[in-house]
């Protein structure tokens, strides 16, 4: 079992620039989720993936965000058009089950948007 | 409004002494977990309570679930420098709208002083 991980790790970009992410979840995981934590907070709900399906996605995620889990195993999450309040630390997790699930999370990306 | 209130958001105490970290809400969970973070880092999961009442211990951690699963206590007895961090509390499908959408609270920071 080697966990979540994520990559890159770290990446800073110009405003107005495309940026993408990807998740790759424990692998007998079925339910892949994206947060994003601002500094001194607690992270907050972006969206989530049961298999290659997204059920539900959160108001802050805007038209300039998209996420995929195209063959329901690692999951990409694009932001386009990038602006400094987009700056934060954008976290993965991954389940199992259909309903209750404790969810183990990724390293993170940090993402600084000058 | 912050669904999920975490007290207190700072700690500084000396090594050898207790704490008590709370999570309250207006709304059911139909789980709670507590996660800590470091910096730069994911959270890691510590505990899952599910049952109203639930109490479960780590070691020193001991972790309670509200018997009407809107509430939760993480107590850290005799605190070691190694304890410090950032301490989540984070709920799963609040008032039965979401399952797998984690509600989480501010987050606590823990300093412990040799």
Redesign the interface.
């Known amino acids: 079992d080697t966990g979540?991980s994520?990559n890159p790790r770290h990446k800073i970009t110009k405003r107005g620039q495309n940026v993408t992410f990807r998740c790759d979840p424990i692998s007998e995981h079925n339910?892949l989720?994206w947060?994003r934590q601002t500094l001194?907070?607690?992270?907050?709900?972006l969206t989530?993936f049961q298999n290659e399906a997204q059920l539900?996605k959160s108001r802050l995620l805007s038209d300039r965000f998209s996420a995929e889990r195209p063959k329901g195993s690692f999951s990409t999450l694009e932001i386009q058009r990038t602006e400094q309040g987009d700056s934060a630390m954008y976290?993965c997790?991954s389940?199992w089950g259909?309903?209750?699930?404790?969810?183990?999370?990724?390293?993170?990306t940090?993402l600084l948007v000058l | 409004t912050q669904l999920l209130e975490q007290s207190p958001q700072f700690l500084s105490i000396q090594e050898g002494e207790n704490l008590t970290v709370y999570c309250n809400s207006s709304s059911v969970f139909s789980s709670l977990q507590w996660y800590r973070q470091e910096p730069g880092e994911g959270p890691v999961l510590l505990v899952t309570v599910v049952t109203g009442g639930e109490v479960k211990k780590l070691k020193r951690l001991t972790f309670q679930f509200g018997d009407a699963r809107k509430d939760s206590s993480l107590h850290i007895t005799a605190a070691q420098p190694g304890d410090t961090g950032l301490y989540l509390c984070a709920g799963d499908n609040a008032g039965g709208t979401s399952y797998g959408k984690l509600t989480f609270g501010q987050g606590t920071i823990l300093t412990v002083h040799p």
């Open positions: 979540v994520q339910r989720y947060y001194g907070q607690g992270p907050e709900f989530y539900e976290l997790a389940s259909h309903t209750q699930g404790t969810q183990y999370f990724g390293p993170g940090r």
